[in-house]
């Protein structure tokens, strides 16, 4: 696999809805047995890679964060072949110095969310991945040699996912600081998790657009003040992207990241214990290892 190029797959979070300047773009409609994705997916190439695009929250914005089908978008996305994930993804500052209108990398997460399905594994077929070290350091420095001139971003940063759609209570808030974590959103997990499972490698670009209810600026976070940094940052997001596949057009790729087997020994149930209905649904996600 030395000489193969990446399959690139931008996931687009609150503000980034659509990817520009893609040679012979289509829209494709996905179909998967975990239910229906968040929209069509966006297919065509920059720069002489493939890419494939998807809009979180649908074109539109009409689905909350615990009413995205993540397991659904994973498995499209495996479908068509993305080997690779870059997600974007508007989040709250839990630190003075992280600022909206800035980025952070994240390279950890804690998870509260509860009323989603996080795993592909949850019907007679079980496996247990690891999760200790969540996102692709490959994909991190790819980002980091893409940036813009004058734009800010943190190279590292825990992500702390809340279930939503409402924002943090101060108590929550200061609880979430004092545990040092960075940036706070509602769509990373159980999506890292998910890609995980499918053996797709994963990086967060963590959009800051407010710093949530600790800052004594920020008491009550709104949607209006929300948007305004969004659109700034949703323009430096597309910038960034169009440098980022011109950093992978030109880079050997480097396939030893855990994360393209990670269901190598992971999977525990014998096969003579699988139904062969549950094989079949798991195929895009786990038919290298089934």
Same mark, same amino acid.
């Given at each position: ?12 979070? #609150? ?16 179909? #998967? ?197 969004? #659109? ?59």
């Amino acid at each position: 696999m030395e000489q193969k190029k990446p399959f690139l797959g931008i996931i687009g979070g #609150s503000g980034l809805y659509d990817i520009e300047g893609l040679k012979n773009p289509k829209w494709n409609k996905i179909a #998967s047995a975990f239910g229906s994705p968040s929209n069509n997916i966006l297919t065509g190439k920059i720069n002489n890679i493939d890419i494939a695009f998807l809009p979180r929250h649908g074109k539109n914005h009409t689905l909350m964060p615990t009413n995205i089908n993540y397991r659904a978008n994973i498995d499209c996305l495996k479908k068509i072949g993305v080997t690779d994930i870059i997600s974007f993804s508007a989040v709250g500052s839990l630190k003075e110095n992280i600022k909206p209108g800035q980025f952070l990398l994240v390279d950890q997460f804690i998870d509260r969310t509860f009323s989603r399905n996080k795993t592909f594994f949850d019907e007679e077929i079980v496996a247990h991945v690891s999760m200790a070290k969540p996102v692709s350091t490959q994909l991190v420095n790819i980002i980091i040699s893409s940036n813009i001139n004058g734009l800010q971003i943190h190279k590292k940063g825990t992500y702390l996912a809340m279930e939503g759609p409402h924002f943090s209570t101060l108590a929550e808030s200061e609880l979430y600081r004092s545990w040092n974590c960075d940036v706070i959103g509602m769509t990373n997990m159980p999506e890292a998790k998910l890609a995980r499972e499918a053996e797709i490698a994963y990086a967060t670009v963590a959009m800051v657009t407010d710093y949530d209810c600790w800052h004594p600026d920020h008491e009550d976070v709104t949607v209006k003040q929300i948007i305004n940094v969004l #659109s700034k940052n949703s323009n430096n997001a597309k910038f960034l992207i169009k440098n980022i596949f011109k950093k992978i057009e030109n880079k050997t790729w480097d396939w030893t990241d855990p994360a393209y087997s990670a269901l190598e020994n992971s999977i525990i149930t014998p096969p003579e214990a699988r139904n062969a209905s549950t094989v079949k649904k798991l195929q895009a996600i786990a038919g290298r290892v089934l």
